[in-house]
């Protein structure tokens, strides 16, 4: 069993960055897969982000590559995601998902929400323009 909570999200700027902690308790976070995802009302959930476990391989939507980064802290048993450049699209609440099975070489796994079994309740991002 592992519990995630998020924090970090608030109001901001279009432009300004934060960054979103995931912290994991019940299990070492580089013993599982984690994933960011994000969900906006009317809208599906997108997976944004994801890390491996053990060797530390991040893998990004196309949407969010060269804004958003995931990184591990295994001495706080947490998961960043920082956003940078801020887009108002950028509105969704953020959750991070975690699971210790999971087929990381296809690609499309990484991603998909299903591929995760334990979630935190998120933590919202909203940005006016």
């Known amino acids: 069993q592992v519990t995630l909570v998020e924090s970090g999200g608030g109001s901001v700027q279009a432009g300004e960055s934060l960054r979103l902690s995931c912290v994991a308790s019940?299990?070492?976070?580089?013993?599982?897969?984690v994933g960011w995802f994000r969900q906006s009302p009317g809208q599906g959930r997108e997976g944004v982000a994801a890390?491996?476990?053990?060797?530390?391989?991040?893998t990004y939507a196309d949407s969010v590559k060269g804004r958003f980064t995931i990184t591990r802290d295994s001495a706080k048993n947490t998961v960043y995601l920082q956003i940078n450049n801020l887009k108002p699209e950028d509105t969704a609440l953020y959750r991070c998902?975690?699971?210790?099975?999971?087929?990381?070489?296809?690609?499309?796994?990484?991603?998909?929400?299903?591929?995760?079994?334990?979630w935190g309740p998120g933590t919202q991002v909203t940005v006016s323009s």
């Open positions: 890390i491996s476990k053990g060797h530390t391989v991040t």
């Open positions: 998902g975690a699971v210790e099975a999971l087929d990381w070489g296809i690609p499309s796994l990484r991603l998909r929400g299903a591929s995760y079994e334990f």
């Open positions: 019940g299990k070492t976070i580089s013993s599982v897969y």
